[in-house]
T-cell receptor
Framework: GAVVSQHPSRVICKSGTSVKIECRSL??????MFWYRQFPKQSLMLMAT?????????EQGVEKDKFLINHASLTLSTLTVTSAHPEDSSFYIC????????????FGPGTRLTVL | QKEVEQNSGPLSVPEGAIASLNCTYS??????FFWYRQYSGKSPELIMF????GDKEDGRFTAQLNKASQYVSLLIRDSQPSDSATYLC??????????FGTGTRLQVTL
């Protein structure tokens, strides 16, 4: 149990376009989903925390108008990188916490974004 | 001062030996402590978590927590080449937000 999927696993896009990444909890309901970004040889940095039906809470320095997060249901959250630029190229990883569980987060497999 | 600190490594141990990974954290209010393993190009996978002072064992892995010293460690017994990865320490406070260290790269040599 506790499987989280992400789609797509890899995306290449042109500068200025928008990219949507989906995060799904497949076998549990996620009260909270988290979005992380990881640059090469660096650790995961939390971008935002998303609760179903409410606005996401963004970490300091993360532009909410650039990284749009929608958490439409207890099993789906989406991250849209708007007007992507090469510096947005990174590994984007989502995680989810169970509704009735504790503090454990279950991570998706990640999405590698390359902006040309 | 970083919130969660780890030696970046690489830490090299021979196959069959014990690997000892260390982590310190700055927030005394931290409540939960996690160890994740991350293979290159993959997302982290949870190895184990610990909440209380002392040791917690799960198979070849033992987590050790000392809240007074703000220190958490992970021991891997009988290290295998497949254990070669980056090990991330993460902590949470009262909220469920995880703060990660930069990770320690472990190399298990034949």
């Amino acid at each position: 149990g506790a499987v989280v999927s992400q789609h797509p696993s890899r995306v290449i896009c042109k500068s200025g376009t928008s990219v949507k990444i989906e995060c799904r909890s497949l076998d549990f309901q996620a009260t909270t989903m988290f979005w992380y970004r990881q640059f090469p040889k660096q650790s995961l940095m939390l971008m935002a925390t998303s609760n179903e039906g409410s606005k996401a809470t963004y970490e300091q320095g993360v532009e909410k108008d650039k990284f749009l997060i929608n958490h439409a249901s207890l099993t789906l959250s989406t991250l849209t990188v708007t007007s992507a630029h090469p510096e947005d190229s990174s590994f984007y990883i989502c995680s989810a916490s169970r509704v009735a569980g504790g503090l454990e987060q279950f991570f998706g497999p990640g999405t590698r974004l390359t902006v040309l | 001062q970083k919130e969660v600190e780890q030696n970046s490594g690489p830490l090299s141990v021979p196959e069959g030996a014990i690997a000892s990974l260390n982590c310190t954290y700055s927030d005394r209010g931290s409540q939960s402590f996690f160890w994740y393993r991350q293979y290159s190009g993959k997302s982290p996978e949870l190895i184990m978590f610990i909440y209380s002072n002392g040791d917690k064992e799960d198979g070849r892995f033992t987590a050790q927590l000392n809240k007074a010293s703000q220190y958490v460690s992970l021991l891997i017994r009988d290290s295998q080449p497949s254990d070669s990865a980056t090990y991330l320490c993460a902590v949470t406070g009262t909220a469920s937000k995880l703060t990660f260290g930069t990770g320690t790269r472990l190399q298990v040599t034949l």
